[in-house]
């Protein structure tokens, strides 16, 4: 895929923009899913796929779709499946501009059977650094500034989280310090969306501690949280599994934590050589832990 012209990938913005709205005020949609302000809500029956930071690589957005045959025809069939992206579409990559628009594409050809979560680089102050923003420049040339500033619009209408009726509970980053029920996640605004966003998973830690790893100079609200976190959050809001992105492990393409996370990754960071990963599983399997999802990984 190409890129479009201004007026049509405009055009797709606003639509998609629309589309997203609509959902909100639908509340429950024709898929089955349920839509609470910024959170999901999932059925218990259906196919759902959960894709991992795709961060600007078509390749590797056209494999998972040829691989997992998520096509308009499946869903038309009566399928009721569901494509999730868990953030992170853009920037590193080289196509990060035709990659949002074979998803805006998807997300009007099949509505709320795919879903686009916010990512931490669908915040302005990343994307303004690695990479989106020169690129959208340069593709766009004098529609550059007015095209970014649309995307950034659009990206604060994708939704933060979703949990399925099978105990997952799907994320880009992680857990926020003082952040119980759903009703919060769907609201969630400033430091705490920032840490939903950035926030990883450390097992052998107590509580939260502040993420050096992702801010050396410790200015940030970045947390690692631990697997008391974890064990806690899940059972509050009646979930068994956090599935997660926004980490890339070298070469292995996902990664288990403590049974209770999932995290995928579904770039390669033009590394040929590395795995990539996304998880093809249905609705009304028994979730218990990662267990009953690592059967279930693609790895490509």
Partial sequence: MTSSSPDEFEEMIFRVA????????QSKLDSGAIVDNKLIKLPTHGKVLFVGDIHGELDSLNEVLRRSNFT???IKSGRRDYLIFLGDLVDRGPNSVEVLTALLDLKIQLKDNVILLRGNHELPDVNSRYGFMNEVYVKYHNHGKEIYTLCNRLFDKFPHAVVTGSGIFAVHG?????VSTLRQIADLEGD?????????PRPEIHGFEQN???DPLGLSEIRYF???ITKKFLKEIGAKVLVRGHEYFEGMGYMVVSKRVLTIFTAKYGRPDWKRAYIDTNLSKKIENTDSLVPDIQLF
């Fill in 72 to 74: 308009e025809e499946n």
């Fill in 192 to 200: 705490k969306l920032g840490q939903l966003l950035w926030n990883d």
């Fill in 18 to 25: 629309r589309i997203i709205r609509q959902e909100r005020e």
């Fill in 174 to 178: 992680g857990i926020p310090e003082n």
């Fill in 212 to 214: 050096y790893g992702r």
């Fill in 226 to 228: 631990g697997d008391d």
